[in-house]
């Protein structure tokens, strides 16, 4: 189980010691360790970060009736503080990385079914604050078919991607970057007041591997085919200047 801080650039994950680490992204060292107090019989089944209000958000599962609770991780304690009063239900879970959180609904999805072998895969949506069930939805038309990865896309760029830039003109512009880390793209979000402005993208040995212009309020950059690692994007125009880390992966 692992999941990402995206603000702070960590990489938090369980051990087989049922210790929660952290990791720095940019160097792999170890940023956090605390042992998590599980109780007997219980277990860690999904890990979710959520930007929204930087919370990590674990399934505890009871291995005994199979029970599961909604509840909240502290990286630096390892304190598991639930959040549903009553448990989930005794549910079969799809496999790990079958789990996603919608921040602006406050929903954490997860997919599963009732009995184990049949195919009634449903969608279950947990809300963030009460741990109860707000979503319910039969899966249909997947005969034969299986999944590898859900993720939930929000259409706005959450405030904590928001760089606020003053310039010399006692304006302020606004940047986002989203997604952050990135696999096969990212998006740079501007007003159009910096339409046409200038950016590379460096790697870390600082040579430039991308470079263009700024489109009208959001520009695509494609790095599917560079190699993982840091890269620092440089935006110039001709009244800001700024510069954002961002991670390929």
Do not use: W
């Not at 605390?34 to 919370?55: C, G, K």
């Not at 009995?115 to 707000?134: A, F, K, P, R, W």
């Not at 696999?183 to 979000?189: E, K, Q, R, T």
């Amino acid at each position: 189980m692992a999941t990402i801080d995206p603000i702070q650039m960590l990489y938090y994950f369980v051990s087989a010691f049922g210790e929660i680490r952290g990791l720095e992204m940019t160097n792999g060292n170890l940023a956090s360790l605390a042992q998590l107090d599980l109780e007997a019989d219980t277990y860690i089944e999904f890990l979710r970060y959520n930007y929204a209000d930087s919370t990590i958000y674990p399934l505890k599962r009871n291995s005994v009736s199979m029970d599961f609770h909604l509840c909240t991780i502290d990286p630096l304690t390892g304190t598991i503080s639930p959040r549903s009063t009553a448990p989930f239900g005794s549910r079969y879970l799809l496999a790990n990385g079958l789990g996603t959180i919608d921040p602006n609904n406050e929903v954490f999805y997860i997919l599963g079914y009732l009995t184990e072998g049949v195919n009634d895969i449903h969608l279950y949506g947990l809300n963030l604050q009460s741990g109860e069930v707000v979503v319910e939805t039969p899966m249909s038309g997947i005969d034969d078919t299986y999944f590898d990865m859900m993720v939930y896309f929000p259409d706005m760029c959450p405030p904590s991607f928001l760089i606020s830039l003053s310039t010399n003109t006692e304006t302020s512009v606004e940047f986002a970057f989203y997604p952050n880390p990135a696999h096969l793209s990212f998006s740079i979000f501007h007003p159009e007041a910096v339409h046409g402005a200038d950016y590379r993208l460096v790697n870390g040995m600082g040579q430039q591997v991308h470079a263009g212009k700024l489109s009208h309020n959001s520009t695509i950059i494609d790095v599917g085919a560079l190699p993982a690692g840091v890269y620092i994007v440089h935006v110039t125009s001709a009244f800001a200047k700024m510069s954002r880390r961002v991670v390929l992966y």
